[in-house]
Protein backbone atom coordinates (compact mmCIF):
# COMPACT_ATOMS: atom_id res chain seq x y z
CA UNK A 1 0.00 0.00 0.00
CA UNK A 2 1.28 3.18 -1.29
CA UNK A 3 -0.59 6.22 0.50
CA UNK A 4 -0.53 9.34 -1.33
CA UNK A 5 -2.46 11.67 0.50
CA UNK A 6 -4.00 11.90 4.54
CA UNK A 7 -6.17 14.23 5.17
CA UNK A 8 -8.31 15.16 8.56
CA UNK A 9 -10.17 17.29 9.93
CA UNK A 10 -11.46 18.10 13.59
CA UNK A 11 -9.83 15.52 15.31
CA UNK A 12 -8.17 17.05 18.54
CA UNK A 13 -4.96 18.69 17.75
CA UNK A 14 -5.53 17.94 13.70
CA UNK A 15 -8.40 20.79 13.54
CA UNK A 16 -8.12 20.78 9.19
CA UNK A 17 -4.85 19.29 8.17
CA UNK A 18 -4.16 17.61 4.85
CA UNK A 19 -1.04 16.20 3.92
CA UNK A 20 -0.17 15.72 -0.29
CA UNK A 21 2.94 13.51 -2.34
CA UNK A 22 3.43 11.59 0.88
CA UNK A 23 6.74 9.23 0.19
CA UNK A 24 7.02 5.56 0.58
CA UNK A 25 9.70 6.69 3.69
CA UNK A 26 7.96 9.70 6.17
CA UNK A 27 9.37 11.01 8.92
CA UNK A 28 7.33 13.57 10.90
CA UNK A 29 9.38 16.21 12.86
CA UNK A 30 7.84 18.34 15.26
CA UNK A 31 7.63 20.41 18.98
CA UNK A 32 5.44 18.73 21.66
CA UNK A 33 1.63 18.73 20.77
CA UNK A 34 1.97 19.36 17.30
CA UNK A 35 -0.23 16.62 16.57
CA UNK A 36 2.79 14.11 15.35
CA UNK A 37 0.81 10.91 17.34
CA UNK A 38 -2.38 12.04 16.87
CA UNK A 39 -1.56 11.78 13.31
CA UNK A 40 -0.71 7.99 14.02
CA UNK A 41 -3.59 7.22 16.22
CA UNK A 42 -6.04 7.82 12.89
CA UNK A 43 -4.43 4.74 11.99
CA UNK A 44 -4.79 3.18 14.82
CA UNK A 45 -8.20 4.11 15.30
CA UNK A 46 -9.85 2.35 11.78
CA UNK A 47 -7.98 -0.38 12.97
CA UNK A 48 -10.05 -0.31 16.07
CA UNK A 49 -13.24 0.44 14.06
CA UNK A 50 -12.86 -3.04 12.09
CA UNK A 51 -12.10 -4.68 15.60
CA UNK A 52 -15.37 -3.56 17.19
CA UNK A 53 -17.32 0.00 16.04
CA UNK A 54 -17.37 3.22 16.07
CA UNK A 55 -18.43 4.19 19.34
CA UNK A 56 -15.65 1.92 21.10
CA UNK A 57 -13.26 2.80 18.84
CA UNK A 58 -14.11 6.55 20.14
CA UNK A 59 -13.75 5.47 23.81
CA UNK A 60 -10.53 3.94 23.29
CA UNK A 61 -9.47 7.14 21.75
CA UNK A 62 -11.48 10.04 24.25
CA UNK A 63 -12.68 7.59 27.15
CA UNK A 64 -16.06 7.93 28.54
CA UNK A 65 -16.64 10.92 26.67
CA UNK A 66 -16.13 9.20 23.80
CA UNK A 67 -16.54 11.54 20.09
CA UNK A 68 -16.68 15.09 22.28
CA UNK A 69 -13.26 13.93 23.67
CA UNK A 70 -11.38 13.51 20.48
CA UNK A 71 -12.96 16.68 18.49
CA UNK A 72 -10.95 19.74 18.21
CA UNK A 73 -11.67 22.85 20.93
CA UNK A 74 -14.03 24.94 19.51
CA UNK A 75 -15.76 22.46 16.90
CA UNK A 76 -17.39 20.06 18.92
CA UNK A 77 -20.61 20.89 17.25
CA UNK A 78 -18.85 19.66 13.70
CA UNK A 79 -18.43 16.10 12.16
CA UNK A 80 -14.67 13.90 12.50
CA UNK A 81 -13.62 13.34 8.67
CA UNK A 82 -10.84 11.31 7.43
CA UNK A 83 -9.73 10.96 4.05
CA UNK A 84 -7.08 8.48 2.56
CA UNK A 85 -6.26 8.66 -0.80
CA UNK A 86 -4.01 5.28 -1.96
CA UNK A 87 -2.58 3.41 -4.66
CA UNK A 88 -4.17 -0.83 -4.18
CA UNK A 89 -4.64 -3.50 -6.51
CA UNK A 90 -8.28 -4.21 -7.64
CA UNK A 91 -9.10 -6.70 -10.03
CA UNK A 92 -5.57 -7.17 -11.15
CA UNK A 93 -5.34 -3.45 -12.01
CA UNK A 94 -3.60 -0.79 -9.70
CA UNK A 95 -6.24 2.23 -8.67
CA UNK A 96 -6.15 5.39 -7.05
CA UNK A 97 -8.54 4.81 -4.54
CA UNK A 98 -10.12 7.15 -1.88
CA UNK A 99 -11.76 6.33 1.40
CA UNK A 100 -13.50 8.70 3.01
CA UNK A 101 -15.48 8.52 6.66
CA UNK A 102 -17.53 10.90 8.60
CA UNK A 103 -18.02 10.76 11.98
CA UNK A 104 -20.79 12.31 13.99
CA UNK A 105 -23.39 12.44 16.25
CA UNK A 106 -27.42 12.04 16.28
CA UNK A 107 -29.64 14.34 17.19
CA UNK A 108 -30.23 12.69 20.51
CA UNK A 109 -26.32 12.64 20.77
CA UNK A 110 -25.59 8.96 19.52
CA UNK A 111 -22.30 8.52 18.03
CA UNK A 112 -22.55 7.51 14.15
CA UNK A 113 -20.86 6.83 10.97
CA UNK A 114 -22.82 9.45 8.88
CA UNK A 115 -20.61 8.85 5.27
CA UNK A 116 -18.53 5.92 4.32
CA UNK A 117 -17.44 6.30 0.86
CA UNK A 118 -14.96 3.94 -1.29
CA UNK A 119 -13.80 5.44 -4.87
CA UNK A 120 -11.67 4.79 -7.50
CA UNK A 121 -11.22 6.08 -11.40
CA UNK A 122 -12.40 2.83 -13.93
CA UNK A 123 -10.65 4.55 -16.41
CA UNK A 124 -8.35 7.10 -17.03
CA UNK A 125 -10.37 10.20 -17.26
CA UNK A 126 -13.30 11.22 -15.45
CA UNK A 127 -14.87 11.58 -11.59
CA UNK A 128 -14.05 8.97 -9.87
CA UNK A 129 -17.16 6.38 -9.51
CA UNK A 130 -18.17 5.42 -5.81
CA UNK A 131 -18.31 1.80 -5.27
CA UNK A 132 -19.34 1.77 -2.09
CA UNK A 133 -21.26 4.84 -0.47
CA UNK A 134 -23.06 4.34 2.87
CA UNK A 135 -25.15 6.75 4.70
CA UNK A 136 -26.00 6.90 8.01
CA UNK A 137 -25.94 2.66 8.21
CA UNK A 138 -27.58 1.92 4.77
CA UNK A 139 -25.99 2.26 0.98
CA UNK A 140 -25.14 0.27 -1.87
CA UNK A 141 -21.87 -1.41 -2.79
CA UNK A 142 -20.98 -2.26 -6.71
CA UNK A 143 -20.23 -5.87 -6.58
CA UNK A 144 -19.18 -6.48 -10.39
CA UNK A 145 -16.34 -3.99 -10.66
CA UNK A 146 -14.16 -6.42 -12.43
CA UNK A 147 -15.94 -5.33 -15.56
CA UNK A 148 -14.49 -1.72 -16.09
CA UNK A 149 -15.63 -1.55 -19.90
CA UNK A 150 -19.34 -1.21 -18.65
CA UNK A 151 -21.08 1.98 -18.63
CA UNK A 152 -22.37 2.97 -14.99
CA UNK A 153 -26.03 2.19 -15.79
CA UNK A 154 -24.91 -1.95 -16.19
CA UNK A 155 -23.01 -1.52 -12.93
CA UNK A 156 -24.41 -4.18 -10.30
CA UNK A 157 -25.47 -1.93 -7.04
CA UNK A 158 -26.46 -4.07 -4.28
CA UNK A 159 -28.65 -2.20 -1.53
CA UNK A 160 -27.64 -3.07 1.79
CA UNK A 161 -28.33 -2.20 5.42
CA UNK A 162 -26.47 -2.36 8.20
CA UNK A 163 -27.46 -3.97 12.01
CA UNK A 164 -26.68 -0.36 13.34
CA UNK A 165 -24.59 3.05 12.28
CA UNK A 166 -22.12 2.53 14.60
CA UNK A 167 -19.91 -0.50 12.39
CA UNK A 168 -18.30 0.44 9.11
CA UNK A 169 -20.00 -0.91 6.21
CA UNK A 170 -16.30 -1.93 4.53
CA UNK A 171 -15.91 -4.07 7.87
CA UNK A 172 -19.13 -6.22 7.07
CA UNK A 173 -18.75 -6.20 3.28
CA UNK A 174 -15.27 -6.73 3.41
CA UNK A 175 -15.96 -10.53 4.28
CA UNK A 176 -17.26 -11.03 0.93
CA UNK A 177 -15.15 -11.74 -1.99
CA UNK A 178 -17.76 -9.96 -4.30
CA UNK A 179 -16.71 -6.86 -3.10
CA UNK A 180 -13.13 -6.28 -3.93
CA UNK A 181 -12.30 -3.13 -3.41
CA UNK A 182 -13.47 -3.44 0.21
CA UNK A 183 -12.04 -6.85 1.45
CA UNK A 184 -8.59 -5.41 -0.25
CA UNK A 185 -9.29 -1.99 2.12
CA UNK A 186 -10.50 -4.13 5.01
CA UNK A 187 -7.51 -6.57 4.29
CA UNK A 188 -4.70 -3.62 4.52
CA UNK A 189 -6.04 -1.74 7.69
CA UNK A 190 -5.97 -5.32 9.66
CA UNK A 191 -2.39 -5.44 8.49
CA UNK A 192 -1.03 -2.18 9.86
CA UNK A 193 1.61 -2.12 12.58
CA UNK A 194 1.11 1.02 14.40
CA UNK A 195 3.75 1.50 17.54
CA UNK A 196 4.08 4.23 20.21
CA UNK A 197 7.40 3.35 21.46
CA UNK A 198 9.16 3.58 23.98
CA UNK A 199 12.68 2.59 25.24
CA UNK A 200 11.97 1.93 29.19
CA UNK A 201 8.97 -0.81 27.74
CA UNK A 202 11.83 -2.10 25.41
CA UNK A 203 14.73 -2.53 27.86
CA UNK A 204 15.25 -6.24 29.17
CA UNK A 205 15.52 -9.66 27.45
CA UNK A 206 11.46 -10.95 27.87
CA UNK A 207 11.20 -14.42 27.49
CA UNK A 208 8.37 -15.07 24.57
CA UNK A 209 8.64 -16.23 20.93
CA UNK A 210 10.05 -14.81 18.48
CA UNK A 211 7.84 -11.36 17.24
CA UNK A 212 7.39 -11.00 13.58
CA UNK A 213 6.33 -6.84 14.54
CA UNK A 214 7.11 -4.31 17.19
CA UNK A 215 4.36 -4.58 19.66
CA UNK A 216 2.24 -1.23 20.21
CA UNK A 217 4.36 -0.37 23.11
CA UNK A 218 7.92 -1.75 22.07
CA UNK A 219 8.42 -4.51 24.82
CA UNK A 220 8.94 -7.38 22.33
CA UNK A 221 11.30 -5.25 20.88
CA UNK A 222 14.17 -7.98 22.00
CA UNK A 223 12.11 -10.54 20.83
CA UNK A 224 11.68 -9.08 17.69
CA UNK A 225 15.39 -8.66 16.97
CA UNK A 226 15.59 -12.60 17.24
CA UNK A 227 13.01 -13.04 14.62
CA UNK A 228 14.72 -10.72 12.22
Not at 117 to 141: M, T
Not at 148 to 160: H, M, N, Y
Request: hydrophobic share 35%; net charge positive; glycine share 8%.
Amino acid sequence: MNIETIRVKNFKALRAVEIKNVPAYCVFVGGNGTGKSTLFRVFAFLQNCLDKNVRAALNIEGGRNGLKEVLSRGHEKEDWEIEIQFRLNIAGIDRLVTYHLEIGETSDKVTIVKREILRYKRGRHGSPFHFIDFANGEGYAINNKEEFDKPDSALKREAQKLDSPEPLAIKGLGQFERFKAATAFRQLIENWHVSDFHITSARGDKQEEDARHLSPSGDNLPSMARYL
